[in-house]
Antibody
Framework: QLHLQESGPGLVKPSETLSLTCTVS??????????WGWIRQPPGKGLEWIGS???????YYNPSLKSRVTISVDTSKNQFSLKLTSVTAADTAIYYC?????????????WGQGTLVTVSS | QSVLTQPPSASGTPGQRVTISCSGS????????VYWFQQVPGTAPKLLIS???QRPSGVPDRFSGSKSGTSASLAISGLRSEDEADYYC???????????FGGGTKLTVL
């Protein structure tokens, strides 16, 4: 069974860079069938797609965050990562990593448990 | 101000049938598939309906999805207490080149 696990600091200072890693187990991140994405959810609010990456490194971002986001993949470690620069309190959220079947689709069929990142000094 | 519009709340009694609506536009629901997610408080979202009306393995047939034009609906029949959760619709938006979600509907089982 596929398992995704987010890891990274739970507290980030304003203006700094948020960095998270998603480790995939029970399946290969190098499968040509899937894309790997990040979705976030501010406390008590709805879901927002951040972006996705393909195993060869091609990445696709939500235009609303594109200037601050980088998503990369490390196939040797079966991991993909998120970097979000110049964070503010508005970036405080639960961050989920997930697998999708198409690039142009929110068909996220497997999710990590999520990790809360708080932006505060 | 979500791209997809859902009612903030819905409710029903055990055994009842409830529907949750999702309204979009020609650049998202009107042109491509709709997806539905169920999120029990404190847990990650779970894919409930894919490609308008397909149930992933393990999803009870009490859950069904439909789409007409730029709107979609999720129906839950034989409502059970464990169905109490937040439900989100989602689609790809061609104009935004982004996956978009509805604001979510909190379902209460009375």
């Amino acid at each position: 069974q596929l398992h995704l696990q987010e890891s990274g600091p739970g507290l980030v200072k304003p203006s700094e860079t948020l960095s998270l890693t998603c480790t995939v187990s029970g399946g290969s991140i190098s499968s040509s069938t899937y894309y790997w994405g990040w979705i976030r959810q501010p406390p008590g609010k709805g879901l927002e797609w951040i972006g996705s990456v393909y195993y060869i490194g091609s990445s696709y971002y939500n235009p609303s965050l594109k200037s601050r986001v980088t998503i990369s993949v490390d196939t040797s470690k079966n991991q993909f990562s998120l970097k979000l620069t110049s964070v503010t309190a508005a970036d405080t959220a639960i961050y989920y990593c997930a697998r999708s079947i198409w690039r142009t689709s929110p068909e996220f069929d497997f999710w990590g448990q999520g990790t809360l990142v708080t932006v505060s000094s | 101000q979500s791209v997809l519009t859902q009612p903030p709340s819905a409710s029903g009694t055990p055994g009842q049938r409830v529907t949750i609506s999702c309204s979009g536009s020609s650049s998202n629901i009107g042109s491509i598939y709709v997806y539905w997610f169920q999120q029990v408080p404190g847990t990650a979202p779970k894919l409930l309906i894919s490609r308008n009306n397909q149930r992933p393995s393990g999803v009870p047939d009490r859950f069904s999805g439909s789409k007409s034009g730029t709107s979609a609906s999720l129906a839950i029949s034989g409502l059970r207490s464990e169905d109490e959760a937040d439900y989100y619709c989602a689609a790809w938006d061609d104009s935004l080149s982004a996956a978009v979600f509805g604001g979510g509907t909190k379902l209460t089982v009375l």
